[in-house]
């Protein structure tokens, strides 16, 4: 059973639709014991980032979402969930991320060309970095999937396992062990998408 953290911010329908397309089940939950019981966790978010650590903290489950992860239990972030899955974010302010993987989240603007237009809003294509991560396992390089976000992950490079281009290079995936992170919405991206998922799923 795939529990979805609910946490009072994410796109929980468009998510829970997606699992079901591929004939998973999905839970969306905010109820400690089934996040525990689940076999994954997906952490969805969108909006401001300290605001939502905030809520996830507030609600308990921030400390949930660490201890099941830290365990081994296979996590995917997702937008926002992946950007909490760092140490930090500079998003108008400074705030803690849940520090799963090593990184920060700062501005497209310090790193894309000037006159592009943020947010990031669209179709673009994934590349590859190193050895192919499992949750790409159906997927070619160079698919396109759906973004919508002005800030990314940096000093990240180690656990980046996808990239894009939008006027330079910006973090679209991470992972490190059993921790998985996309920038983008698997949830928003077609079949593509669903297939992202469904080797998600089909972590052991």
Known sequence: M????????GNLFSLRSSFAAIGADAVVTSDEKILRNADKIIL???G???????????SGLASVV???AEKGKPLMGICLGMQMLLEKSYEYGEYEGLGLIKGEIRPISETIPEGLKIPHIGWNALKFCGE?????KYIDEGVHVYFVHSYHGTNCAESTVATTEYGATLTAAVAKDNIFGCQF????SGEVGLKILRAFIELR
């Not at 401001?48 to 996830?56: E, V």
């Open 2 to 9: 795939i529990a979805i953290v609910d946490y009072g911010v």
């Open 44 to 46: 969805p978010g969108v």
């Open 48 to 58: 401001a980032f300290g605001d939502a650590a905030a809520k996830l903290r507030q």
């Open 66 to 68: 660490i201890d099941e």
């Open 132 to 136: 192919k991560s499992p949750i790409f």
């Open 185 to 188: 919405h698997p949830e928003k």
